[in-house]
T-cell receptor
Framework: NAGVMQNPRHLVRRRGQEARLRCSPM?????VYWYRQLPEEGLKFMVY????????ESGMPKERFSAEFPKEGPSILRIQQVVRGDSAAYFC??????????FGPGTRLTVT | TQLLEQSPQFLSIQEGENLTVYCNSSSVFSSLQWYRQEPGEGPVLLVTVVTGGEVKKLKRLTFQFGDARKDSSLHITAAQPGDTGLYLC??????????FGKGTKLTVNP
């Protein structure tokens, strides 16, 4: 049973470009969570989604950031017009229900 | 907003030594979790503690939860290089948001 998969593992974008981060949850998991980890910081909650629904996006910046979890395919975290402050590691986690979350290996975003 | 403080921030020790790291919360924990995160990877859950005063052991790791459920410690006996990583405590409150501390970065030198 494959774990949570994230791609790309590393992403470099110039300021103003768009970043799209993908997360494939574990098989059978319909709950997805996105977290951001800044250097020397803990993980910060961004958004919680179930299939086709955003349940809690209280940790998501109001502008430039969006997330989706379509009926088919991976969850996508999209960052428009990236700025240097967006450079961070972005982790997704999945769960079968509201229980233990399995974290993916993360996407390291670098904005130049 | 709940704040989790972990100490020390960094710890570098020799193989075979013992160590303890701490996690303190500004409010009572709902469900305290300890994670280890290795470089370049996501966090992996080590243990969940819920009951005040609870002690859990996982091989050489001993987790203690304070009676008041506002503090916790992780003790590692005879540390090994494989224990190197970032140790994070987190609280899963009533919502879906796991709240994390900043972690203790442990380096065990051979």
């Amino acid at each position: 049973n494959a774990g949570v998969m994230q791609n790309p593992r590393h992403l470099v974008r110039r300021r103003g470009q768009e970043a799209r981060l993908r997360c494939s949850p574990m098989k059978g998991h319909s709950h997805v969570y996105w977290y951001r980890q800044l250097p020397e910081e803990g993980l910060k909650f961004m958004v919680y989604l179930q299939k086709e629904n955003i349940i809690d996006e209280s940790g998501m910046p109001k502008e430039r950031f969006s997330a989706e979890f379509p009926k088919e395919g991976p969850s996508i975290l999209r960052i428009q017009q990236v700025v240097r402050g967006d450079s961070a590691a972005y982790f997704c986690a999945s769960s079968r229900a509201r229980d233990y979350r399995y974290f993916g290996p993360g996407t390291r975003l670098t904005v130049t | 907003t709940q704040l989790l403080e972990q100490s020390p921030q960094f710890l570098s020790i020799q193989e075979g030594e013992n160590l303890t790291v701490y996690c303190n919360s500004s409010s009572v924990f709902s469900s305290l979790q300890w994670y280890r995160q290795e470089p370049g990877e996501g966090p992996v859950l080590l243990v969940t503690v819920v009951t005040g005063g609870e002690v859990k052991k996982l091989k050489r790791l001993t987790f203690q939860f304070g009676d008041a459920r506002k503090d916790s410690s992780l003790h590692i006996t005879a540390a090994q290089p494989g224990d190197t990583g970032l140790y994070l405590c987190a609280d899963q409150g009533g919502s879906e948001k796991l709240v994390f501390g900043k972690g203790t970065k442990l380096t065990v030198n051979p």
